[in-house]
């Protein structure tokens, strides 16, 4: 098993959801964070006044799933969660030793 978090732009969630749920995806993880990439934030200009915003407001999504359904999750988020622009977001991949479900004391992919 894996997981997957991606970092993706608040306003690319629906997208994302709708096109993870025709995939089939089962369960999902959602957080707001807070993050810079490359460019370390933006600058923005208020009153006249230039200043550097080094933190732009994310989400991070937790996918834990099957090693063979892996890259095909990672290619969905990819196509519905880009705009072509900078701070389009990451995704990254972990191994996962266990999942258990806490109802039924299923483990392993069972329990995804
Ligand atoms: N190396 C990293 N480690 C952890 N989180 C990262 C990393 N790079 C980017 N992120 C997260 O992904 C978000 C989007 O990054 P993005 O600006 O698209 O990356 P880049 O500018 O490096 O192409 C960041 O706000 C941050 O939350
Ligand atoms: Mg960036």
Redesign the pocket.
Known sequence: MKKIEA?IRPEMFESVRDALLKIGCQGLTVSE???????KGLVQQWRGEKYQVY??P?LKLEIVARDRDVELIVRTIMDSAGTGQ?????I?VYDVSTAVRIRTGEKGEKAL
């Open positions: 970092i964070v807070e993050g810079h990439g490359k460019q933190l732009l994310k900078i701070g389009d977001g990451k990254f």
